[in-house]
């Protein structure tokens, strides 16, 4: 069974920065390209962040880049999402996924909260 | 960017009802739209891809149509575990999400 368990959530102020993982089970890994996607409470979806299966290539939303950092760890099946200068209207429900190449989203985790408030 | 629009954003249908979900392409996206059903609590999950291919394991009563802008999610015949959001996704350029159609029994 496929699992992706996400961590690492929490409540932040504005400004500072949070580390989130995502464990994955169930499937190669490191076939498989990685995604970042949230939900702002009462908002639609909007994907964050995509990495490669061998981390070649990363791509980031126009509203993350240059303040978060996708990467992931093949040995231990491990992604992650580095945010800095965080903001209040990075406040969401963060999900991590999994796709083949830049195609449709396979499998989801079940998502970890991020509060960013002073 | 390519926007998203799904229709009704709210329905209230009986068991075993047919029951239609639409979502509308701002532009032309071929067939490169994924429908996805998320329960109360858990992961989205991935029902349909590449507009009409049926994922594994999914029942046959969910069924996907359309390509270029307008496709249709069908339930043939309503259970009461279809009770769910559910919401498309365009991966022709990038990524955009429809908004959801939140399903509930009458």
């Known amino acids: 069974e496929v699992q992706l368990v996400e961590s690492g959530g929490g409540l932040v102020q504005p400004g500072r920065s949070l580390k989130l993982s995502c464990v994955a089970s169930g499937f190669t890994f490191s076939n498989y390209g990685m995604n970042w996607i949230r939900q702002a409470p009462g908002k639609g979806l909007e994907w964050v962040a995509y990495?490669?299966?061998?981390?070649?290539?990363?791509y980031y939303a126009e509203t993350v880049k240059g303040r978060f950092t996708i990467s992931r760890d093949n040995a231990k099946n491990t992604l992650y999402l580095q945010m800095t200068s965080l903001r209040s209207e990075d406040t969401a429900l963060y999900y991590c996924?999994?796709?083949?190449?830049?195609?449709?989203?396979?499998?989801w985790g079940q998502g970890v909260m991020v509060t960013v408030s002073s | 960017d390519i926007q998203m629009t799904q229709s009704p954003s709210f329905l209230s249908a009986s068991v075993g009802d047919r029951v239609t979900l639409s979502c509308k392409a701002s532009q032309n996206i071929n067939k490169y739209l994924a429908w996805y059903q998320q329960k109360l609590g858990e992961a989205p999950k991935l029902l349909i891809y590449?507009?009409?291919s049926l994922q594994t394991g999914i029942p046959s009563r969910f069924s996907g149509s359309g390509s270029g802008t307008d496709f249709t999610l069908t339930i043939s015949s309503l259970q009461p575990e279809d009770v769910a959001t559910y919401f498309c996704l365009q991966h022709n350029s990038w990524y955009t999400f429809g908004a959801g159609t939140k399903l509930e029994l009458k």
């Open positions: 990495i490669s299966s061998g981390s070649s290539y990363i």
């Open positions: 590449n507009a009409n």
């Open positions: 996924a999994s796709n083949w190449e830049l195609d449709y989203f396979d499998y």
